[in-house]
């Protein structure tokens, strides 16, 4: 008896710490499968096929495996991957949870049932509503197709309309009938803001707001996403929510991105995984982008969170390389006075320093002979410079990065640049790469009378653009 009882004890204790952390797995197949394993992904922000294996399970007679750990776990949007990893079924794990995942192969996820689970039970309710609705809007993109006239066309978008409404009243109606499960959470994720109907006007005004929906939008846009629910990482929803708010809804300029971004991390703060997702994505973002400027947002993002210890996942190397990228950037970000150059004439070799190139405007080509973009973008650039250029005041300091200095005289002399200032780092002492990060050619910035950088990462299609900008924003001013 005594031995009865300790065994229920040992159980009992075994079931409270498994509570506590980790998750245990039964996977039973209707049909026999040819994997020695199964294995266990998750989501990480991004749609797939962007996932991450974290466990596997060995199968026991083609038939059914145990994936199963007593380690703590994120919980979230988890994928079960078989059949040599070409199929697979998506379904919800919460810390600590103990499960049976029935599968049959031939249906899915039709006939995927759960034991233990009553929340994967209304996971697979949902996919079927999901595969339902799929096929409604694929029938109706099919009709789309045939529609002959423009009240056709109204019709079947006004049917997409009711659909789409259908889709977000089940997403509502279950969050309030779940509250505080995933599902629930990942629901109201989804939810975009409803603008309200109607004519809107400027506050204190009879004048009509006409940017008031973008307004709204914007300003409801994270709602409903709860920033203090780190499972939210694992599910394919922030990436694209991050990417839709930062590259559709917030003006692309360095002040409004920095001010949104830091925003941003302060509603991720108490939440690991996704104030590490959103730093990552934020600098990443404003690297690659092709916006004239946001190299600004990468320097600020750099110098105001990895150098002061926020990138707490990057050892010292990664670290360097953000920190290095960004001391390259940042003497040339716009609004900056353009470092000095002191470089050689290619015909005398005497000294012509950027800073006393007069001209209302200077352009700082850094090209070369040796590469094939320059050749084709250089005649180009002087065909814009003689027919609009020259007449804006504009003069050009064209730096040659490559080649002996003969070849390149007779480069000029053939493309008959010899209006430009044309100059070499004859000496090797301008250290113009780092300081303008010239590490591919061509590469241009535009500057002011008073050398200060006005535009960068341009062309000959874009130059006369930025002046024309700049000489707006100056007679709005004055």
């Not at 040819?34 to 991004?46: E, I, R, T």
């Not at 089940?170 to 309030?176: D, F, M, N």
């Not at 250029?389 to 064209?398: P, S």
């Not at 303008?436 to 050398?451: A, G, N, Q």
Request: hydrophobic share 35%; proline share 3%.
């Amino acid at each position: 008896m005594k031995k009865v009882l300790f065994s229920a004890v040992c159980a009992a204790m075994g079931l409270a710490s498994f509570a506590k952390g980790g998750y245990k797995i039964e996977v039973k197949f209707k049909q026999d499968v040819p994997d020695s394993f199964v294995y266990l992904a998750h989501y990480y922000a991004k749609a797939l096929p962007t996932i991450y294996k974290t466990d596997s399970g060995r199968v026991i007679n083609k038939r059914t495996a145990v994936i199963e750990s007593k380690d703590s776990v994120l919980g979230g949007i988890y994928l079960l991957l078989f059949d040599n990893r070409a199929k697979f079924t998506e379904f919800i794990l919460n810390n600590g949870d103990a499960m049976t995942i029935n599968v049959d192969t031939t249906d899915m996820p039709a006939n995927i049932t759960f034991k233990g689970s009553e929340e994967n039970t209304r996971y697979v309710a949902y996919e079927k509503f999901l595969m339902g609705y799929g096929k409604k809007q694929q029938a109706l993109m099919d009709e789309l197709k045939t529609a002959r006239v423009a009240a056709d066309t109204q019709k079947i978008r006004d049917k997409s309309g009711v659909l789409s409404k259908e889709l977000n009243a089940y997403r509502k109606e279950y969050a309030g009938k779940y509250p505080g499960t995933y599902m629930s959470s990942v629901f109201r994720a989804l939810a975009v803001p409803e603008v309200p109907e109607g004519t809107h006007y400027l506050p204190g005004t009879k004048t009509v707001d006409t940017e008031f929906a973008y307004h709204y939008y914007k300003q409801h846009y994270w709602d409903q996403f709860d920033f203090k629910d780190d499972r939210l990482i694992y599910s394919p929803i922030y990436d694209a929510k991050l990417d839709e708010y930062f590259n559709r809804m917030v003006v692309p300029i360095p002040d409004s991105m920095n001010a949104e971004a830091d925003a941003q991390l302060k509603r991720t703060r108490q939440s690991k995984e996704l104030f590490k997702y959103t730093l990552h994505w934020l600098a990443g973002n404003a690297e690659r982008s092709k916006v004239m400027g946001m190299d600004e947002a990468f320097v600020h993002l750099v110098e105001n969170y990895y150098m002061k210890g926020d990138a707490y996942w990057l050892d010292s190397t990664n670290l360097s390389k953000y920190e290095d990228r960004a001391k390259k950037i940042a003497p040339n970000v716009l609004g900056n006075t353009a470092p000095d150059l002191l470089m050689q004439d290619i015909w005398s070799l005497q000294d012509k320093a950027l800073n006393q190139q007069e001209g209302k405007y200077t352009l700082l080509v850094f090209w070369s002979r040796e590469c094939g973009h320059c050749m084709k973008e250089i005649p180009q650039l002087d065909s814009v410079y003689r027919k609009v250029l020259k007449g804006k005041g504009v003069k050009i300091y064209a730096v040659s990065t490559e080649g002996d200095l003969t070849d390149i005289q007779k480069t000029v002399e053939q493309m008959k640049l010899q209006e430009w200032t044309n100059v070499v780092d004859a000496r090797n002492k301008t250290d113009y790469r780092s300081k303008y990060d010239v590490y591919s050619t061509p590469k241009m910035y535009l500057l002011d009378d008073k050398k200060k950088i006005l535009g960068k990462g341009l062309d000959h299609s874009n130059v006369l653009e930025v002046i024309e900008f700049t000489e707006k924003k100056k007679a709005k001013k004055a």
